[in-house]
């Protein structure tokens, strides 16, 4: 799989403070890829510096192949974006809103309709925007984003102000666009969620740094299996699971059981299920834990609470 | 460059900025109105043209340049609609090149407006009162090169003003230099030094001397023209961050 976005030791700073430091980020082709960070982690100092909007002091961005500082006009025919500030007019209807784009992109009308079609607007295109919610709008900003059917769409906080229907909405959205287009998506958010439930490809960032990246479902497979247990008295199968050398931890949903370096699972529920009945203890259920985006998080250094709450 | 001009057209529909542009000649028109109607003796047409040429180069120009440039600034500051446009694949240089041309546009229509509006408030005015009906007949063409000679001289008070309100977010440091240029302008209307105050060129058009009107014009228009490419360069290569 070929990068539609690379980023090589992007680099920018904004007085005495690093925004974003020595960023190397890959989004595959066709990857749904979900830039995670918390507020101020310098996700959208980095999509600004890919889409050409900010210079980088250090590093180079290539979209497609193009590089952005030598091309910047080439690099953002590839790309359609849609940014937190949606810079809307809000005397002019959707329609017209889209239009001013179309033209500038060298667009027939029949494209303000399609794209309209696809995010569900048709019915409100004729209205003004200052009357549109938040949610229309952000619709109205993907659409305009997907004028020209571009390879590559970068969406920064794309369900930021939703309804939790809005939300579902997007998701749904989201998740079935690349399949539909084949277009590149990249995505960036605060919601461990929002990421986990769309994406196919995850890059997280801490203070200006790429922490980790990767394909979501090989990431997942790369943590330890866990089993969670769930007993009659969870106090009580802690400390026998820990006199028997287990590290059980306890959980909402039971007690979470990490496996040995090259423990099967179903021997070790086994073997677990027996210390535990012969020790008195009733064991209701056990089984492996699904393991989370949450959970790669927890893996990742100085990067815990804040996250995690956040989702 | 066209489609970016049709655009920056299209944005004033329903806009404030389009409201200000009819608005701001009309004023002028209502005083035409009731001063005919006030008028003890006939007045040539000519005296007519030039009442409402002088109060509008005089202060209704710089103050509604002032408001439009803030105005047409603010459509794409309120919204925060630069990141959206600069991420388009469109040289940056033509996005500000278009407002600059929509804007100077904007002031000739209003100029002559103003004095389409005055003709057609004292024709009104004649109506009611036609002892005072003006005398002569209209000099089109003179009326014309006076207010294109008023346009041209306002060029470097519009490159200022234009630069003011789209290279800060906020409405007020265009605000005030406008209205800080406009008082300095009123007050300050006999100083010989005025004709190099950019606030006070366009009314310079009116002067007797040829040397006044010669200058203004140099500056206003050959440094005003110098300074509207000045100031698209820069803006189009500046962060908007």
């Not at chain 2, 043209?49 to 603010?74: E, K």
């Not at chain 2, 007949?137 to 003011?164: F, H, Y």
């Not at chain 2, 265009?174 to 105050?197: C, E, H, Y």
Request: proline share 4%; hydrophobic share 50%.
């Amino acid at each position: 799989m070929s990068a539609a976005i690379e980023t090589r030791g992007l680099s920018r700073r904004f007085g005495a403070r690093l925004a974003v430091e020595d960023l190397s980020m890959t989004v595959p082709e066709r990857a749904v890829y979900g830039f995670l960070g918390r507020n101020g982690a310098g996700k959208t100092t980095t999509l600004k510096m890919i889409l050409g909007l900010i210079r980088p002091n250090a590093g180079a961005v290539r979209v497609n192949g193009i590089d952005v500082a030598r091309d910047r006009i080439g690099a953002a025919r590839q790309v359609g974006a849609l940014l937190e500030a949606h810079g809307f007019y809000g005397n002019l209807t959707g329609r017209e809103n889209l239009g001013l784009t179309a033209t500038l992109l060298g667009l027939r009308k029949a494209e303000i309709d399609r794209v309209l079609e696809v995010v569900e607007m048709s019915a409100d295109a004729d209205r003004k925007v200052g009357g549109y919610s938040l949610g229309m709008r952000q619709r109205l900003g993907l659409a305009r984003a997907m004028l020209g059917a571009p390879p590559i769409l970068v969406l920064d906080e794309p369900t930021n102000g939703l309804d939790p229907d809005g939300i579902a909405d997007m998701r749904r959205f989201l998740r079935s666009l690349s399949e539909r287009t084949g277009a590149t998506v990249l995505l960036s958010s605060h919601l461990l969620g929002e990421i986990e439930q769309t994406a196919t490809h995850v890059g997280v960032v801490n203070d200006g740094r790429l922490v980790l990246e990767g394909e979501l479902a090989r990431l997942k497979a790369d943590l330890a299996p866990e089993l969670i247990v769930r007993t009659g008295d969870d106090t009580r199968a802690l400390s026998l699971l820990l006199a028997h050398g287990r590290s059980p931890v306890a959980a909402e949903a039971g007690l979470t059981v990490a496996l040995r370096p090259g423990e099967d699972p179903d021997q070790a529920a086994a073997a677990i299920t027996r210390q535990l009945v012969e020790s008195g203890a009733s064991v209701f259920a056990i089984g492996p834990r699904e393991r989370s985006l949450e959970d790669i998080y927890r893996r990742v250094a100085g990067f815990r609470s804040s996250l995690a709450e956040a989702a | 460059m066209i489609a970016v001009l049709s655009v920056e057209l299209r944005k004033l529909n329903r806009s404030l900025a389009a409201l200000l542009a009819v608005a701001a000649p009309a004023l002028i028109g209502l005083i035409a109105f009731f001063s005919l109607l006030r008028a003890q003796h006939p007045m040539p047409w000519e005296k007519w043209l030039q009442m409402s040429a002088g109060i509008w180069a005089f202060f209704m120009l710089p103050m509604s340049v002032t408001a439009l440039t803030a105005l047409v600034a603010q459509m794409e500051h309120a919204p925060r609609a630069w990141d959206h446009l600069r991420a388009l694949p469109v040289a940056r240089w033509k996005l500000y090149a278009a407002k600059a041309i929509c804007v100077v546009v904007l002031v000739a229509v209003m100029t002559l407006l103003n004095q389409l509006i005055t003709w057609a408030a004292i024709s009104a005015a004649t109506a009611l009162k036609p002892a005072v009906a003006p005398t002569g007949a209209v000099d089109a063409s003179k009326a014309l090169l006076l207010n294109g000679k008023i346009v041209a001289a306002a060029l470097l008070m519009i490159a200022i003003q234009l630069w003011m309100a789209l290279r800060f977010a906020s409405f007020v440091p265009a605000l005030a230099l406008g209205i800080g240029g406009t008082f300095f302008s009123v007050v300050a209307t006999s100083a010989k030094q005025g004709v190099f105050f950019p606030w006070q060129m366009p009314v310079n058009m009116l002067a007797r001397d040829a040397w006044r009107i010669e200058t203004a014009l140099a500056l206003g228009g050959g440094l005003g023209l110098i300074a509207l490419i000045a100031a698209i360069l820069h803006l189009s290569r500046r962060e908007v961050l």
